[in-house]
């Protein structure tokens, strides 16, 4: 036997008993978290990575080096200034609302490297801490020389220190899956639902697009990043599978919370990304398809071989799949200053692909893009104001998103009376989620309360402000209505 | 008073300051014109509350409208 082989459990899993304390005092319920099982149920934790920190050391430096020479090579404002407007986008998207999240798993996965119930699985969140550090660091490192081209990349660091719609409802996932979870819950939440379950879809199909359009560093930088995730997402797998032993509906429970609450995220960051922001010629494919490929199959055939239901609100997933986030981009895109990235109009050409892509759901939307354009055509370019709301809009309590969900002819918005307070939820799953665990969300003030309570002004251009945005920094249209199908007589 | 506003047609919900005193019809007015870089609408217009059609001279008041109750606005020929 290698001698690697021979010593490397001797360090990775190395439990011991407790002479002094309790191992309840040791391990808290509250932070370990539920079910609290005895150690030796534990003892058979594993994943197969298994990794040294010599090892993780060594691969992380190349990686380190790998990057840095892309970043030198391609990553100069001179060479990202010559991508798509609306690839830059995605790039500004992306950046703001990943990096302070992936440092809150930092402190996730370090609760996880204390709390977690064996120390092999503590071992891995360890080195998974260290990687979502690295996860923060890198986008930050790359966006900052950009900064002084184009202010909209301060954002990569500013969101989630503004009160922003985005980043209200950014921390109030990240918040509650990153720093407020138990070391189970996280390890599902996290590994199992948002990392295993989910980020294919940025590591493979945003990746694949990033090659298309030319943006090298962001192609190297997600498949940097990837290999990471791949390692300590596998922490999810081995802690659910206990779970699923010993208190099977606990398990189900979060697995429904997480892949609700991660498929909201996922329909702004990926949904906007794949089927508006990145140009025509370089979509691989739509962000349904790439969902029902590396979601749908896999979710399913993980969950039935640990003997786990579908997630709960599968059937609400799948009909709102196709039309989510096109309700979500259409009204972000009239209130676009509220966000610090550009958004695409969507052309003739755009608008028969997603046509083509989305044959039940489109016809009810191609009306909105449709005045949409009229109204561009009425004011000509330039005139942002006159596609561009100015009355606020109403944000579900639980995700804390735009009231988007159902489609055009029938929003799903749904209202719950407490003492005191009327609730208002975009969707039954949001309502049931809220419902469940209401000491959890009750007290939160989204943007609409806070507007009511008098801390965040009614005026759409004074709440703008209050977001964080200035005239430097908020969200246009990505050539200001300068589209050749809109000029009279103009090419589609 | 602020209102959850739904316009038929539209990809959002909105929420609207209205005063008690002001009309259904003047309300009506007032989310198509809130609505209107996505959808436009037709007059005449219907608001709809807890499943009934306001009449449009009424006030808000008199209508029974609440703070942040849900309205829909529709168009005429819409069976709501």
Not at chain 1, 28 to 52: C, I, K, N, V
Not at chain 1, 317 to 333: D, G, K, Q, T, V
Not at chain 1, 405 to 411: E, H, I, K, L
Not at chain 2, 58 to 79: I, P
Request: hydrophobic fraction near 45%.
């Amino acid at each position: 036997m290698p001698l690697r082989d021979e010593w490397c459990d001797l360090a990775r899993k190395l439990d011991w008993s407790f002479s002094y304390a309790e191992e309840r005092q040791v391990f808290p319920e509250a932070l370990s978290g539920s079910p609290w099982l005895p150690a030796q149920e534990w003892r058979d934790w594993d994943e197969p990575f298994r990794s040294t920190y010599a090892e993780y050391v060594s691969t992380q430096q190349r990686k380190e080096v790998s990057f840095q020479a892309i970043a030198e090579a391609v990553g100069r404002i001179e060479d990202v200034s010559k991508l798509d407007p609306g690839w830059l986008s995605v790039v500004k998207l992306h950046m703001a609302t990943l990096p302070l999240a992936e440092f809150a798993a930092v402190i996730g996965n370090l609760r996880a490297a204390r709390f977690g119930r064996d120390s092999a699985w503590r071992m891995t969140s360890l080195l998974g801490a260290l990687d979502e550090l690295r996860h923060t660091q890198l986008p930050l490192r790359a966006m900052h020389d950009l900064v002084r081209w184009d202010e909209q990349f301060e954002w990569t660091h500013r969101l989630f220190h503004s009160d922003d719609w985005v980043a209200v409802a950014g921390r109030h996932l990240v918040d509650e899956l990153l720093l407020g979870s138990d070391a189970i819950e996280f390890a599902i939440g996290t590994h199992f639902v948002f990392e295993t379950g989910f980020t294919n879809l940025q590591f493979i199909g945003l990746t694949a697009m990033a090659k298309q359009v030319g943006d090298r560093l962001f192609e190297q930088m997600l498949q940097s990043i990837q290999t990471d995730e791949a390692r300590h997402a596998q922490i999810g797998h081995p802690v659910l599978k206990k779970l699923v032993q010993k208190d099977p509906a606990r398990a189900q429970r979060l697995v429904d919370k997480w892949f609700w609450r991660s498929f909201r995220f996922f329909a702004v960051v990926t949904g906007f990304a794949m089927d508006y922001l990145t140009p025509l010629h370089a979509r691989r494919a739509s962000f349904k398809e790439f969902v029902e490929e590396w979601v749908v199959d896999q979710f399913q055939s993980s969950l039935s071989e640990l003997g786990l239901a579908l997630p709960k609100y599968w059937q609400a997933f799948l009909e709102a799949l196709p039309i989510y986030h096109h309700m979500l981009y259409a009204s972000a895109y009239t209130y676009r200053a509220t966000t610090w990235f550009d958004f695409v109009l969507p052309g003739p050409k755009e608008r028969a692909w997603l046509a083509e892509k989305y044959p039940q759901t489109w016809p009810e939307l191609e009306p909105v893009w449709h005045n949409i354009e009229e109204r561009w055509r009425a004011a000509g370019p330039g005139v942002e104001w006159f596609t561009h709301g100015t009355t606020p809009v109403a944000f579900c309590n639980l995700c804390q998103l735009v009231l988007c969900a159902g489609t055009p002819c029938r929003n799903s918005a749904v209202f719950v009376d407490k003492p005191g307070r009327r609730y208002v939820f975009c969707s039954e799953p949001c309502r049931e989620l809220f419902e469940a665990e209401p000491e959890r969300y009750a007290a939160h003030r989204g943007v609409v309360e806070r507007i009511l309570a008098g801390q965040a002004p009614a005026n759409l251009l004074e709440l703008v402000r209050y977001f964080g945005l200035s005239e430097a920094s908020w969200g246009r249209d990505v050539v200001s209505g300068h589209y050749d199908f809109l000029k009279r007589g103009g090419q589609p | 008073m602020p209102l959850y506003c739904f316009v038929r047609g539209d990809t959002l919900g909105l929420v609207v300051l209205a005063d008690e005193a002001e009309s259904i019809d003047e309300l009506a007015l007032r989310l198509a014109r809130a609505a209107a870089p996505r959808v436009t609408l037709a007059a005449p217009l219907r608001v709809w509350h807890r499943g009934r059609v306001l009449e449009g001279e009424l006030t808000l008041g008199q209508a029974g409208l609440s703070a942040l109750d849900r309205v829909d606005l529709t168009q005429e020929d819409d069976l709501g």
